[in-house]
């Protein structure tokens, strides 16, 4: 059994950033992808960014340019980078590892607002 673990959700102001930690209770190095998946209130989830263990990335359109998905293979821990943000941003986000399996952490609230 794999746990994921997010943290680093909060409160932020429109173009503030934030760093979201994805820490796993296991090595990553055996995961083929890990990504950031978020859900808004009554909308679906959806992808935000995923890294392979190749380090090759692959980003939403919305957060392109703006969030940056990276891993700590070391650490077992996979960082999302988000800057420039806006209030459509708000929701929750939650980190993902497939391959073997599929696994889902529990989310943390990321709200951007003034």
């Known amino acids: 059994q794999v746990h994921l673990v997010e943290s680093g959700g909060g409160l932020v102001q429109p173009g503030g950033s934030l760093r979201l930690s994805c820490a796993a209770s296991?090595?990553?190095?055996?995961?083929?992808?890990m990504g950031w998946y978020r859900q808004a209130p009554g909308k679906q989830r959806e992808l935000v960014a995923t890294?392979?263990?190749?380090?090759?990335?692959n980003y939403a359109g919305s957060v392109k340019g703006r969030f940056t998905i990276s891993r700590d293979n070391a650490q077992n821990t996979v960082y999302l980078q988000m800057n420039s943000l806006k209030p459509e941003d708000t929701a929750v986000y939650y980190c993902?590892?497939?391959?073997?399996?599929?696994?889902w952490g529990q989310g943390t609230q990321v709200t951007v607002s003034s």
């Open positions: 993902n590892a497939v391959n073997p399996g599929n696994y």
């Open positions: 296991g090595s990553i190095f055996r995961f083929d992808a």
């Open positions: 890294i392979t263990s190749g380090a090759f990335t």
